[in-house]
């Protein structure tokens, strides 16, 4: 079966190795440089009270172009899905060649098994290096901007790839599996996938444990700075604990703020410094409801667990209707 | 040696709310070709892919070679199945398709395989896809032969087939079950080409077994009678499997174990083709037109 499934995958196999050798190569060229501007960076962040924003804007300034590689990598996963899980058992069912692999003398569980092993060791192991290259190459990257848990990072980085890209292949044999077709299959791979992905993204993952909150003077800067935070709320609050605007965001107007702090410099503008004093004496507070940074692997091992357990059911579901419903 | 091929008892299968298969019961000897007859829709394919294990049955049960089809490599290892349209995996060449079967099998005689191939000038590295249908068909039956079986199921392996590369797989098939003994069944919902390799009949219509039994004592035990007209049933012919009622004529396939001696009927022998035909058009009628016109055209010339 070992080499039955090679050479029945082996193209679509090539292909992943090709892209898994891109993105290395694209990693290997602009790794060093990103690794050495933020050692640069760095230097200076950790001398306390240093001003290093001049050096954070070119940072940025220098790699924000590389924020092309979030939606290409985003849709990796997706990919193995689409064109190896779906095809697995739909083409076989499609060309009707399943009946002639059922007739030889290997038993439909063992060709089943055998098939959905060997396609699953492989996805893994590529969904292994992917995972490792890319969250060693972004490595700086996060760690300049304190957004591990943003949006295109921590979906990129750490073990939830490797889940999605699991749960993508399960996804796309037990599709394969029931609706037999393999172009409607991997249709219905993608649409599913891209569902079940944004539904945990938006609304399970901030609910994973309670989120806690802190209060600080507005315009000051987070007692959590720096903690790697996940900041999923921040409001501005008046004493009573009222938003200072239905949106919980705040309207700097001079002429307000004149009336209001006795003193306030009309004629200097919006210093930062005097805005922030009479902020603080009407007592305006920040509030920011936030998951803990130190949270960030069990929130990793809680996503990972959850496509995991659902590309499980898939698999067992798929197994179930190779041995019941096709013939 | 076990001495059945195929039992099925009461063996049934239902798609959904439609019987494809219903209260089949059958006892086929090894050593035999059976050709498994009767129009498209008559359950041949069900028949056989409960035979291989493809198909689990909604009721009764099958057995092949004395054990359950498809329940263990062992049992997968002594038949040999060459499904409708014959799939192959495009994509392969010949020879990586006869790797497949030697991987897949635990008996396999690859030599017999190549044998095969390259007498009959396929090359074997030519892809799957670019084949004719003789081509793949002969392939097909290849493997299925690789694997030294002692059941050979093979399902509409003629549909597809123009008429030398019929012939040819014919003889292919017919040397091996020479040489070797193997058991066949074959269906078809043609019925020439069957007669001369065929030794047992099976006809099923609509999801039923309308007649089963070797070939030679079918020929002895039907007749094809004609005479005048007759409006009432017929008598003293023996069992009347089916009639065709003319402005003058009265024909009809019957079956009996004596002579027809009511000297009214002018009495004929029948060959295959019309004991099938019979049985596909008789009582309920629903049996494919194309057969039954033949039927009629072909009685009405002979008599």
């Known amino acids: 079966?070992?080499?039955?499934?090679?050479?029945?995958?082996?193209?679509?196999?090539?292909?992943?190795?090709?892209?898994?050798?891109?993105?290395?190569i694209f990693s290997l060229i602009t790794g060093p440089r990103i690794v050495a501007a933020f050692r640069e960076l760095h230097a200076c962040t950790v001398v306390p009270g240093q001003d290093c924003s001049l050096l954070q804007d070119s940072f940025d300034q220098r790699f924000n172009g590389l924020q092309f590689v979030i939606p290409l990598y985003m849709v990796i996963p997706l990919l193995l899905g689409v064109f190896l899980g779906a095809p697995l058992i739909a083409r076989e069912v499609e060309q009707g060649t399943h009946r002639l692999a059922w007739t030889q003398s290997v038993t439909r569980d063992r060709w089943a098994l055998s098939k959905i092993g060997l396609?699953?060791?492989?996805?893994?192991?590529?969904?292994?290096?992917?995972?490792?290259?890319?969250?060693?190459?972004?490595?700086?990257?996060?760690?300049?901007?304190?957004?591990?848990?943003?949006?295109?990072?921590?979906?990129?980085?750490?073990?939830?790839p490797i889940a999605y890209?699991?749960?993508?292949?399960?996804?796309?044999?037990?599709?394969?599996?029931?609706?037999?077709?393999?172009?409607?299959?991997?249709?219905?791979?993608?649409?599913?996938?891209?569902?079940?992905?944004?539904?945990?993204?938006?609304?399970?993952?901030?609910?994973?444990?309670?989120?806690q909150?802190?209060?600080?003077?507005?315009l000051q800067e987070s007692p959590r700075a720096g903690l790697g935070d996940w900041i999923i709320r921040s409001n501005i609050v008046d004493p009573t604990g009222r938003f200072v605007s239905p949106d919980g965001g705040i309207r700097v107007d001079p002429q307000a703020l004149g009336q209001a702090c006795p003193g306030f410099p009309r004629a200097a503008g919006?210093?930062?410094?005097?805005?922030?004093?009479?902020?603080?004496?009407?007592?305006?507070?920040?509030?920011?409801?936030?998951?803990?940074?130190?949270?960030?692997?069990?929130?990793?091992?809680?996503?990972?667990a959850i496509f995991l357990l659902l590309a499980a059911g898939l698999v067992v579901f798929a197994i179930w209707l190779i041995r019941r419903r096709i013939y | 040696m076990n001495p059945t091929a195929l039992e099925a008892a009461s063996l049934g299968r239902r798609y959904g709310g439609k019987w494809a298969l219903r209260d089949c019961s059958l006892s086929l000897p090894t050593a035999r070709v059976v050709a498994l007859v009767g129009p498209n829709g008559a359950g041949k394919t069900t028949l056989l892919h409960l035979a291989t294990g493809l198909l689990q049955p909604t009721s009764g049960s099958i057995r092949i070679l004395g054990e359950m089809p498809g329940a263990n490599p062992d049992i997968l290892g002594r038949v040999g199945f060459v499904a409708q349209d014959m799939p192959l995996y495009r994509s392969f060449t010949v020879s990586e398709m006869l790797l497949l079967g030697e991987k897949m099998n635990r008996t396999w005689d690859m030599n017999l395989a190549l044998d095969r191939i390259e007498s009959l000038d396929i090359p074997l590295t030519q892809k799957i896809g670019t084949l004719s249908g003789g081509q793949r068909s002969q392939v097909s039956l290849g493997m299925a032969l690789a694997?030294?079986?002692?059941?050979?199921?093979?399902?509409?392996?003629?549909?597809?087939?123009?008429?030398?590369a019929r012939r040819d797989f014919l003889s292919a098939l017919m040397e091996s079950v020479a040489d070797d003994g193997v058991s066949v069944v074959l269906s078809s919902h043609l019925v020439t080409d069957l007669e001369r390799v065929c030794d047992h009949l099976v006809v099923l219509r609509n999801g039923r077994v309308a007649v089963d039994g070797e070939i030679a004592s079918l020929l002895r035990s039907h007749r094809l009678v004609?005479?005048?007209?007759?409006?009432?049933?017929?008598?003293?012919?023996?069992?009347?499997?089916?009639?065709?009622?003319?402005?003058?004529?009265?024909?009809?396939?019957?079956?009996?174990?004596?002579?027809?001696?009511?000297?009214?009927?002018?009495?004929?022998?029948?060959?295959?083709?019309?004991i099938v035909l019979g049985y596909l058009g008789g009582r309920d009628g629903s049996a494919e037109q194309p057969l039954r016109a033949v039927k009629k055209s072909r009685s009405e010339v002979g008599s």
Request: glycine share 10%; hydrophobic share 50%.
């Open chain 1, 1 to 24: 079966m070992i080499w039955v499934t090679w050479r029945q995958h082996r193209a679509q196999a090539l292909a992943t190795l090709i892209g898994l050798a891109a993105i290395g």
């Open chain 1, 119 to 160: 396609v699953f060791g492989f996805g893994l192991a590529a969904l292994a290096l992917f995972a490792w290259t890319v969250t060693v190459w972004s490595g700086p990257l996060v760690d300049a901007s304190d957004s591990r848990f943003g949006f295109g990072s921590f979906d990129l980085r750490g073990i939830a």
């Open chain 1, 165 to 211: 890209g699991v749960f993508a292949l399960a996804l796309g044999t037990a599709a394969g599996a029931l609706i037999r077709k393999t172009l409607p299959a991997m249709a219905v791979t993608l649409g599913g996938f891209v569902v079940v992905r944004v539904f945990v993204e938006v609304f399970l993952r901030p609910r994973y444990l309670a989120a």
């Open chain 1, 213 to 218: 909150t802190v209060s600080y003077p507005f």
């Open chain 1, 270 to 304: 919006l210093d930062k410094e005097q805005v922030g004093k009479c902020l603080s004496q009407l007592g305006v507070h920040t509030i920011d409801t936030f998951q803990p940074g130190n949270r960030y692997w069990l929130f990793q091992g809680i996503e990972s």
């Open chain 2, 147 to 164: 694997k030294r079986p002692e059941l050979l199921l093979l399902d509409e392996p003629l549909a597809s087939l123009d008429p030398l």
């Open chain 2, 226 to 274: 004609s005479g005048p007209r007759h409006t009432g049933s017929l008598n003293g012919v023996g069992q009347v499997i089916d009639r065709t009622d003319t402005d003058r004529q009265t024909i009809a396939l019957v079956r009996t174990d004596g002579p027809v001696l009511d000297p009214a009927w002018e009495v004929g022998n029948v060959d295959l083709e019309e």
